[in-house]
């Protein structure tokens, strides 16, 4: 779980994570691999006027395929990656495939906007995305 501006406004809004556990609370928020949500914060706590927003790799416009074993979401951030004024959820993948390679892992980046992340134009970074040095990555390249 982690806290920042994902719609750009002047209150913090909360993104969290879930993982599968087989159990039923999994009917309510599906996902293989797992998932992020963002609940809109507001003037006294949760903004009830804007529905949250959850994002699996099932969702349209989000790279990459919904799989067991991904552990996406194993870590989470929050941020204005791009300097436009809407922070950016930035979403770990250890588990993620590349190619042959299995548990390779990466990072799925959800631009911000005014309405919250967005799925349409999110990115997906690995150490194999060109350009991408292990020690170095830079989002705000990919996303300005």
């Known amino acids: 779980m982690t806290v920042g501006s994902a719609n750009g406004d002047a ?20 996902s293989k691999g797992g998932a992020v949500a963002v609940v809109y914060g507001g003037p006294k706590g949760q903004n009830a006027a804007l529905k949250p927003k959850r994002i699996t790799q099932a969702t349209a416009g989000v790279p990459g395929a919904d799989e067991t074993g991904d552990a996406r979401g194993a870590s989470a951030a929050v941020g204005d990656l791009d300097g436009a ?12 495939d590349v190619g042959k390679a299995k548990d390779a892992g990466g990072v799925l980046v959800f631009k911000g906007s005014r309405t919250g992340p967005v799925t349409k ?5 690995g ?18």
């Open 121 to 125: 134009g999110s990115v997906s970074f």
């Open 85 to 96: 004024g809407y922070g950016e959820v930035v979403v770990g993948l250890p588990g993620e």
């Open 127 to 144: 150490e194999s995305r060109l350009g991408v040095k292990p020690s170095a990555v830079r989002f705000g390249h990919w996303l300005g």
């Open 11 to 30: 209150y913090p809004d909360l993104a969290f994570t879930r993982q599968p556990t087989g159990m039923d609370s999994d009917l309510d928020f599906p």
